[in-house]
């Protein structure tokens, strides 16, 4: 039998499985596109419209997020869409591939499937073969719908090349991390830790690419996720980054390959520390045991954050710097002026930043408290009921240490952005102060209370709703995140916990909108307390 024997089963056999986790990812980003476009004329259809956000793109601020585009000539609706549009779907496009590469082959051999399927006549890089095609079909295939919406929303400026290049090269972007996915599932020997390894080199990325588009943009191109801004769709279409994209992608697949043939089914590179022959004292509860098997998980999501913070923080001395803090500026508007209004401007970022830190903070305690679900559906927690163990304490355990890391995980943060940011200025007077950072931190607790809370409440009461949590803050990063620049109404804004409280910094802590949140966050854990303690428990 070929080593790649039954390849055509096995990719059937994975789209069966993952038909409804295909089908949701094709429709959001598909429609999310289309939407868009088909919107974009009516927010930036006319001169005056263009030319104003055309300003606000080009300030690093904004650069910083959503990268650095080139304007040349009469600037149309369809080169501010590309603008706004890229980076931010090639970033979901990423996450999406990432998630699909892990759950295909590492996490699929944690649970002992890929063995049952290697016990019979199957070649031995079946497996990792069919995770590849299927990553393949699914980029493929959102392509596909990307340049026939685009095509279909026919903005103005837009060109057929164009439309098919964002299509494409957005594709080839998230085939490219997929692979990287396929080859950290090689690496390590377990799904946590291959997902860890690939967010690290994605994040690493995204810094490589926000750093060098505020400073040093010609350097931009040494990130595979910069590339997917030097498309330039529609004033300079360039193919040049779909063909090192997809280079790339062989490249990482065919290493992928080799080091699944080296190894041991089970097993990786990166191999799992052995425990102690005697357990510790402190091993004596379900804290400990949460800890002691998702330190790994945790400690790194801690660390990343705060090192991504960080390196936003390291635009600040450019961001600060718009109005040119030189003797000139200084003797038309005098001193006290200028550094106020770069402190305006810092504040202004920070306050952004901080909403988009919450989300991602929020990230590592919700897998945390979802995951009390899985480990329940699995069947490891039989031998903790087993135990005079009771729901409630085992259930708080999850809870309490998911809320510690997402509320460490978001004050690291936004004091990497801050402490870097103050420490890169020029000019230390013009940098966000002690009083408005905590500020800043405790406006935005209760929105990352109120998201882990509604993820008690879905696993205590229904558990197999609980992926509405990743739908309700992906809902809530998207209006925060693209809000203003889609002009979406307020009502939008506002159905997600990030839109309830104002802009601080900007504006100072509400402090009975703060007081109402954390109530509400009280009442979702109380009621998903009780749901918990009294359905069914699912056990394999």
């Not at 990812?25 to 104003?52: D, H, R």
């Not at 082959?105 to 590849?132: K, M, N, Q, Y």
């Not at 590592?364 to 679900?373: A, C, S």
């Not at 703060?514 to 394999?540: C, E, K, P």
Request: net charge positive.
């Amino acid at each position: 039998m070929s080593r790649y024997g039954r390849t055509g089963q096995l990719v059937r056999l994975n789209l069966r499985r993952d038909r409804f986790r295909i089908l949701m990812w094709i429709l959001i980003l598909a429609a999310l596109m289309a939407s868009v476009a088909w919107k974009f004329e009516g927010i930036y259809g006319t001169p005056t419209e263009i030319n104003a956000i055309k300003g606000t793109l080009a300030s690093p601020g904004i650069v910083a997020m959503f990268g650095a585009f080139s304007f040349s000539g009469k600037v149309t609706t369809a080169e501010i869409f590309a603008n706004e549009m890229l980076l931010f779907m090639g970033l979901i496009q990423v996450v999406m591939n990432l998630a699909l590469s892990v759950h295909a082959t590492r996490a699929e051999e944690d649970l002992g499937i890929t063995e049952l399927v290697r016990a019979h006549a199957v070649g031995t890089l079946a497996p990792l073969s069919a995770a590849a095609i299927e990553l393949v079909l699914v980029n493929g295939l959102l392509g596909l719908l990307y340049g026939a919406g685009l095509t279909a929303a026919n903005m103005p400026g837009a060109t057929i090349q164009g439309n098919w290049l964002i299509g494409i090269g957005l594709a080839a972007a998230g085939l490219l991390f997929g692979m990287l996915g396929l080859l950290t599932a090689q690496v390590a020997d377990h799904s946590s830790s291959a997902t860890g390894l690939a967010y690290t080199l994605f994040g690493l990325s995204y810094l490589a690419q926000m750093v060098t588009d505020v400073q040093h943009p010609k350097l931009t191109w040494w990130s595979p996720l910069g590339w997917v801004e030097k498309l330039a769709p529609y004033n300079n279409p360039t193919w040049l980054p779909v063909w090192l994209s997809l280079g790339l992608a062989l490249i990482l697949l065919a290493i992928a390959f080799w080091a699944n043939s080296h190894r041991d089914l089970g097993v990786g590179a990166i191999t799992t520390r052995p425990g102690r022959k005697q357990a510790s004292v402190f091993l004596r509860g379900p804290i400990s045991l949460i800890w002691r098997r998702q330190r790994n998980v945790l400690i790194g999501w801690l660390v990343g954050i705060i090192i991504f913070g960080a390196a936003y923080g390291t635009v600040f001395n450019t961001i600060g710097d718009i109005l040119k803090t030189n003797p000139t500026m200084q003797q038309v508007f005098g001193a006290t002026m200028v550094h106020e209004a770069n402190h305006s401007i810092l504040v202004s970022f920070t306050a952004l930043l901080a909403v988009v830190m919450a989300a991602v903070a929020v990230i590592p305690g919700m897998q945390l408290i979802l995951k009390l679900h899985t480990d329940e559906t699995r069947g490891w927690l039989e031998a903790l009921y087993a135990r005079p163990l009771s729901r409630t304490r085992l259930l708080f355990s999850y809870v309490g240490t998911a809320f510690v890391t997402s509320t460490l995980a978001y004050i690291g943060g936004l004091a990497g952005i801050v402490v870097m940011g103050d420490a890169s200025l020029t000019h230390v007077k013009d940098g966000i102060s002690a009083s408005e950072f905590w500020q800043a931190a405790a406006a935005q607790l209760p929105e990352i209370w109120v998201f882990l809370a509604l993820s008690v409440l879905l696993v205590g009461c229904w558990p197999r709703l609980k992926s509405l949590s990743w739908a309700y803050l992906a809902l809530g990063f998207v209006s925060v995140y693209m809000g203003s620049l889609l002009k979406l109404p307020g009502w939008v804004k506002n159905l997600t916990p990030a839109g309830w409280m104002p802009r601080v910094p900007i504006h100072d802590v509400n402090w009975t909108t703060f007081s109402w949140m954390v109530s509400l966050a009280l009442v979702l854990i109380l009621i998903g307390w009780m749901g918990y303690r009294r359905r069914d428990l699912h056990m394999s």
